[in-house]
């Protein structure tokens, strides 16, 4: 048989199918959102080195770093007499603020434009990142997957509009791990462990990478852990020389980790971070608010708590910590069960970031955007492949995305920036009361479990084997 008479051989294993494109209305809604997202960068990053949003104090941090950085964390006076001076305060790993440092090089202007260009790339290697880690046979096209991931658009205003630092945090947590399931261990782990220098909440992915057996990809955490750790020498040894930038180095990293991160859990209260206020949905926030004296319900609010009535402080202070830690094993126990099983037990590594996120002491909306790790994994384990059904049903599915979309509305804050306080004022209220008490924190628990009970359920034989996967 000549070459020219060959059939046609079958497409690459590891390329999707192809795929129905989209329709007009479809496109016509994902690129309204990506207009109205660069909007809202367009109309504050010319302002953040000026207000008191994120952006502003990782500028004043940068700028600090850059003169050697030994004052990183010293706390104004103010903070002592007045609960909202928080805003004003560092309270991220030193790395973050050596990483900003080169932002501040520029004139405000450009820097903050270079840093929204960051933020709007980071969304997109976020979900890149999460496409690569289930892409399958099943899967379909990545622009299909942009539109499925839709519901969780809610959660880009207030990341945008603060110039927050979590679609970096999530772009490179979740670039880690898919080339973790790529089998690039070392360089994978590494990116997890800057990731934990941002912000420390991805450090909980080693323990999902540890009952799954990846030892190496753990390694890798370790160095990234490690290596990072010594990144503000780049401006303390200029500035200080070796041995006294070296000292600096130490001297900051035990003040953010003891003096910040330590004493925050010891206390467990959100010092610094906002404390108890909507829209704070973690656990310790939202039964608070229900069900401590005095505690905060909103910003410059009179009322205090509790919404429903006064219990033990220490019984609402362990509640707040038990039940996304009983989530957070869950979710590792589910990755240990299901380890044979790629998509699965990379859904389990989104329901252990959820849920270290709700049981950090302030889990704000910006923080959601890492529930694309959640999310990504359903989507593609409810594309049918073959003649056989999905294995996770329609229903299911579409009832899991409904209540991940309720509980990444956007905030009443950011409502009332961009639209103004007078705006729709009943449905501002509205949403006001909905995250006052609590609605987002018990409706991502509702998603949880649901999401939880509907993976664990997966048998072997209908998970999709997929690309790559987090194996070892």
């Not at 497409?11 to 999707?16: G, T």
């Not at 952006?55 to 700028?63: I, K, M």
């Not at 892409?135 to 539109?147: D, M, V």
């Not at 750790?229 to 930038?245: Q, S």
Request: proline share 7%; glycine share 10%.
């Amino acid at each position: 048989m000549t070459d020219a008479e060959k059939p046609p051989s079958s497409p690459p294993a590891d390329l999707p199918p192809a795929a129905a494109p989209l329709r007009t209305y479809q496109k016509v809604i994902l690129v309204g959102v990506v207009l109205a997202m660069s909007s809202i960068l367009g109309a504050v990053s010319l302002k953040w080195a000026a207000q008191n949003l994120d952006a502003g104090v990782y500028w004043r941090a940068g700028v600090e770093m850059r003169e050697g950085g030994a004052r990183l964390y010293d706390v104004p006076r103010d903070l002592a007499v007045d609960e909202n001076a928080d805003l004003l305060l560092y309270v991220y790993p030193p790395a973050f603020a050596s990483i900003f440092a080169f932002f501040t090089l520029f004139p405000p202007d450009v820097g903050m434009v270079l840093w929204a260009g960051v933020l709007m790339l980071g969304v997109l290697v976020s979900v890149r990142a999460v496409y690569d880690i289930c892409r399958n046979p099943a899967l379909g096209t990545f622009a299909r997957f942009c539109w499925a991931l839709l519901p969780l658009a809610g959660t880009l205003p207030a990341n945008l509009y603060e110039g927050q630092i979590n679609l970096l945090v999530t772009a490179t947590a979740c670039t880690g791990l898919a080339l973790i399931a790529r089998r690039r261990d070392i360089v994978g782990g590494s990116l997890v462990g800057l990731a934990f220098h941002l912000k420390v909440i991805p450090i909980v992915l080693i323990a999902v990478l540890a009952v799954q057996g990846r030892w190496r990809a753990c390694l890798g955490v370790g160095f990234g852990l490690v290596l990072f750790y010594f990144t503000p020498l780049i401006w303390t040894v200029p500035r200080h020389g070796i041995v006294e930038g070296i000292r600096v180095n130490n001297q900051i990293g035990m003040e953010y980790f003891v003096g910040r991160a330590v004493q925050r859990v010891a206390h467990q209260k959100g010092q610094y971070v906002g404390g108890t206020r909507a829209p704070n949905i973690s656990f310790s926030a939202a039964l608070s608010r229900c069900f401590q004296s005095g505690a905060t319900l909103y910003y410059g609010m009179p009322e205090r708590g509790p919404l429903i009535a006064p219990v033990n402080e220490t019984v609402v202070r362990f509640a707040g910590l038990a039940i996304p830690g009983a989530l957070f094993l869950l979710s590792l126990l589910l990755a240990w069960r299901k380890r044979a099983m790629p998509l699965v037990s990379a859904g389990a590594a989104g329901l252990a970031l959820a849920a270290a996120h709700l049981g950090s002491l302030p889990c704000w909306p910006h923080h959601l955007c890492a529930l694309v790790l959640w999310a990504g994994p359903l989507i593609a384990l409810s594309r049918k492949s073959g003649e056989g059904k999905p294995p996770i049903s329609r229903r299911a599915f579409v009832v899991i995305m409904v209540l991940l979309a309720l509980g990444t509305v956007v905030s009443y804050d950011i409502f009332r920036a961009v639209f103004g306080p007078g705006a729709i004022a009943s449905a501002a209220r509205v949403i006001l009361n909905y995250y006052i008490w609590g609605g987002p924190t018990w409706v991502l628990t509702a998603a949880w479990i649901a999401s939880f009970v509907v993976l664990w359920r997966i048998k072997a034989k209908d998970s999709p084997s997929g690309l790559s996967s987090l194996l070892p």
